[in-house]
């Protein structure tokens, strides 16, 4: 059985950082493009960051840029999400994806739609 298995989540002040993980277990996601996304309190859920199966691309989303970096460990079967300048925003239930298409580009790594394997999510609460 497949399974992601984030963790890392928390309680943090404003500016502070926090760094989540994704822990595959069932297979190798070593050539599987992944993803994080978020769901805020009252909102979709929506795209963070992805990364290639080769962890050579990285896409973000604009409100993140320069604040998270998303990398990936193969030989763990892990991702990661780096996060800083935390903003009371940034509140949610964020979530590890990975998808079993070959995607690479920024027009397909965003979507929803395309990842295959879901986590359950850690939740992630900033304070102003």
């Known amino acids: 059985q497949v399974q992601l298995v984030e963790s890392g989540g928390g309680l943090v002040q404003a500016g502070g950082s926090l760094r989540l993980s994704c822990a595959a277990f069932?297979?190798?996601?070593?050539?599987?493009?992944m993803g994080w996304f978020r769901r805020a309190p009252g909102k979709e859920r929506e795209f963070v960051a992805a990364?290639?199966?080769?962890?050579?691309?990285?896409y973000y989303t604009d409100s993140v840029k320069g604040r998270f970096s998303i990398s990936r460990d193969n030989a763990k079967n892990t991702v990661y999400l780096q996060m800083s300048s935390l903003k009371p925003e940034d509140t949610a239930v964020y979530y590890c994806a990975a998808s079993y298409l070959r995607i690479t580009t920024a027009q397909l790594m965003p979507i929803e739609n395309n990842y295959n394997y879901w986590g359950q999510g850690t939740q992630v609460t900033v304070s102003s």
């Open positions: 069932g297979r190798a996601f070593s050539r599987n493009p």
């Open positions: 990364i290639t199966w080769s962890g050579d691309t990285t």
